[in-house]
């Protein structure tokens, strides 16, 4: 089973530290665009959206995979 890391502030270079892992990279991007969703739910509770910024998706190599944009994951099929 491949693991996948996120990252949200893209500002700087990637981090890896603590994957998870998923059966595929849907599952992966599922969990990404759910992630997502709290955040901007979250931030929207606090009168402070932060939807600039997106959560970085990449395999166990460290290689970025896709990108989930928090301005966007209400139109994101989950």
């Known amino acids: 089973m491949p693991r996948f890391y996120?990252?949200?502030?893209?500002?700087?270079?990637?981090?890896?530290?603590?994957?998870q892992f998923f059966n595929s990279v849907e599952e992966a991007r599922q969990e990404a665009v759910r992630t997502a969703r709290e955040m901007v739910a979250?931030?929207?509770?606090?009168?402070?959206?932060?939807?600039?910024?997106?959560?970085?998706?990449?395999?166990?190599?460290?290689?970025?995979?896709?990108?989930?944009?928090?301005?966007v994951v209400s139109r994101i099929k989950a």
């Open 6 to 19: 996120f990252q949200l502030n893209l500002d700087e270079p990637l981090r890896y530290e603590d994957g």
């Open 42 to 71: 979250a931030s929207a509770a606090e009168r402070q959206p932060e939807l600039n910024k997106r959560i970085m998706l990449a395999d166990e190599n460290g290689n970025p995979v896709l990108a989930v944009p928090l301005c």
